[in-house]
């Protein structure tokens, strides 16, 4: 069976942080966010975490050959890693040559390459269900089995153990897990295809695709 | 072996359920079709399938939408309706499949894949569950046929 954990540490440029900024018991760092007059309580991302989408986003922005990058959020000591939710940013977004998602990533805490604090975005939606605050839509039930599978309390927000962040850059050419070439799209899938059958219980990308 | 090679190998060895939709310049007969996929699929024993939707072209037959569904019946009475509505998602399916007068434009058919039959996997090595499988058909779709993979999660940019 081919494994995951080793692949993802062979790939040049990856980085490993912490997602959240938190205090030596594991509760998570807030900020508050004021939208139309509401505040929100927001979840922080790690300082970590974003000085290295940051810095992989900017060093890599110019290169034709850049597709964009694989995230992986992940529990687990080195050796025995567990990954929960596997995505990708890429560099050419749907309507704009740069993706709206990564585009000035440095003041981008709205979509910040899809970890961003707004609602549709992962940090914002998982926020909007530990705190519950109003917003255009109501929490999303892919959030709420986000918020089980992290947290053991939601206000004030405590993980249930360190979760992880790894972040790898992905260039046109590159090999997969399959050992062939692979797009960015491609790639995420044949991560995902090994992750569901390894780590299936844990999981969380359970979506249509 | 190339990705193309890999999907049009797997596809031959699980094409015992294939339910051929209408024919070009007529409409689509949404009845027929999933009586079509109830007949095939009754009485057969399944929990889960992958299903691949395919358009025949100049390069043979080639996987435009793969998906998975324990209730294919109800699955494809609701993508059929989307494909004849053309709303969201659906846009793009119409637009390859349809002409403006809401008659088929291409050849298609259905084919699924019930869990019990599947023995291997697509890509070699990797696992066989149906979780995987679908995740590695959308793999080699995305990048053999990017132009008409409907898969929106699965599809460049």
């Known amino acids: 069976m081919i494994q995951l954990e080793p692949w993802l540490l062979s790939i040049g440029g990856y980085s490993l942080t912490p997602l959240f900024e938190t205090d030596e018991r594991l509760q998570v760092q807030v900020k508050m966010k004021l939208v139309k007059d509401n505040p929100r309580q927001i979840l922080k991302r790690s300082r970590l975490m974003e000085e290295a989408v940051i810095n992989l986003i900017e060093s890599n922005l110019a290169n034709p050959q850049w597709e964009g990058i694989i995230y992986v959020m992940g529990k687990g000591i080195p050796g025995n890693f567990t990954p929960l ?87 046109e050419g590159q090999l997969g897990l399959s050992g062939l070439a692979c797009s960015l799209p491609a790639v995420e899938k044949e991560i995902i295809a090994i992750a569901s059958a390894n780590f299936g219980n844990a999981l969380l990308n359970k979506d249509g695709i | 072996m190339t990705k193309k090679d890999l999907l049009i190998r797997w596809m031959a060895a699980y094409e015992q359920i294939v339910i051929p939709f209408s024919t070009i310049d007529y409409k689509i007969n949404v009845l027929n079709i999933i009586q079509m996929i109830a007949e095939k699929t009754a009485g057969m024993s399944f929990e889960d399938s992958i299903y691949i939707l395919r358009m025949w072209t100049d390069e043979g037959c080639i996987p435009i939408y793969i998906g998975r569904s324990n209730a294919p019946v109800t699955r494809w009475k609701s993508h059929l309706t989307g494909l004849i509505g053309g709303k969201k998602l659906y846009s793009r399916w119409q637009r390859l499949l349809l002409t403006e007068d809401g008659l088929m434009n291409q050849r298609v058919d ?48």
């Open chain 1, 85 to 171: 939710y596997i995505g990708k940013a890429e560099k050419k977004g749907v309507r704009h040559d740069i993706s709206v998602n990564i585009k000035n990533i440095r003041k981008n805490e709205h979509k910040f390459a899809r970890w961003g604090d707004g609602l549709a975005y992962h940090i914002g939606d998982l926020s909007h269900v530990l705190f519950g605050f109003e917003g255009y839509q109501k929490p999303q039930s892919k959030y709420q089995r986000w918020a089980e599978a992290l947290f053991s309390s939601y206000n004030p927000p405590i993980l249930k153990e360190p979760i992880h962040f790894y972040l790898a850059p992905w260039y």
């Open chain 2, 110 to 157: 259905l084919m699924i894949v019930l869990d019990s039959m599947i023995k291997k996997p697509p890509i070699p090595g990797f696992p066989c569950t149906i979780g995987a499988v679908e995740y590695q058909l959308v793999s080699l779709a995305s990048d053999a046929y990017p132009a008409t993979l409907l898969n929106h999660e699965g599809n460049r940019r």
